[in-house]
């Protein structure tokens, strides 16, 4: 085996697969290396992307016993590559930012998943930048549900010059709640307003947040003494407990993104109903 010619054809091959940063590099030399193991042309090019967060490689071998074999090498790096954060190489998984599917470490993720912030002048700020001041609003517009938040600056409706809200991002019952009623369509007006009159503790997730039996805060809906629930949970406790452990454990890492949301108050008589024991049982169960 020619060690030295192998790593050429590695490095040489490395800069043909279109990434968005350096944390793959490692996946993509191991990748290249069982590829001139398996008895790949060294003297041909290897070429790869990234897709909707996923390492693809799409070298194709007409020798159908070597491209058998390459096909299980490109799956194999393509399952690792879900797994393996795309900027720092660490431990990830798909996250969606701005609608684009990506592999990131929770804390690349936080980086680049904007959150809203409100100063005390009012300035609303995502990513450490001022996007608007609250008092230079002119007209606010929102979606039927009350989850999608236009803002504008100027008087004429511009595309360009208004600021989109999503809630999706923690803060954003904040800044709607901050918002003057009056910059509103009349039509509503009243409907925030009432919004924010009729939130109900969660006994889940421990905050003022519950409206109309579903918590904007956790998203579990509140427990309901018939139908699925008594089926599935048999009492109000088995239920909570089970959605406070889910919270726990949260696989998509919500609630430390949310750990910044000020939208709600928190309940100073919340329980958490589970035990460590409870806990370990349910991962059990779970993985």
Request: aromatic share 14%; glycine share 4%; hydrophobic share 30%.
């Amino acid at each position: 085996m020619d060690t030295e010619e192998i790593t050429l054809f590695i490095e040489r091959n490395l800069t043909n697969f279109s990434v968005n940063s350096t944390g793959w590099n490692d996946l993509i030399r191991g990748l290249l290396y069982e590829f001139a193991m398996a008895g790949w042309n060294r003297e041909h090019r290897v070429f790869g992307k990234e897709k909707f967060g996923e390492l693809r490689c799409y070298t194709y071998s007409e020798d159908e016993t070597l491209n058998n074999k390459l096909k299980k090498i490109k799956d194999k790096y393509s399952e690792l590559s879900v797994k393996t954060c795309e900027i720092c190489g660490g431990e990830g998984k798909i996250r969606t930012i701005d609608s684009w599917q990506t592999t990131l470490c929770l804390n690349h993720f936080l980086e680049q998943q904007p959150v809203i912030e409100i100063d005390d002048q009012q300035n609303v700020r995502r990513n450490n930048k001022t996007v608007l001041n609250i008092k230079n609003i002119v007209k606010a517009e929102v979606e039927y549900d009350l989850q999608k938040l236009w803002l504008y600056t100027k008087e004429y409706d511009d595309f360009e010059e208004r600021k989109y809200f999503s809630w999706q991002e923690p803060n954003y019952y904040l800044l709607l709640k901050m918002i003057p009623r009056s910059l509103f369509p009349k039509g509503r007006q009243n409907e925030i307003s009432l919004l924010f009159q009729s939130l109900n503790n969660c006994e889940i997730c421990g905050y003022k947040a519950v409206h109309q039996r579903n918590c904007l805060r956790c998203h579990h809906e509140s427990w309901n003494p018939s139908g699925y629930f008594i089926q599935d949970y048999g009492e109000k406790s088995n239920y909570i407990k089970e959605c406070q452990m889910d919270i726990f454990i949260d696989e998509d890492d919500y609630e430390k993104y949310f750990k910044y949301d000020q939208s709600f108050e928190k309940s100073p008589d919340h329980q958490i109903l589970f035990t460590s024991d409870d806990l370990r049982e349910y991962e059990k169960f779970l993985f």
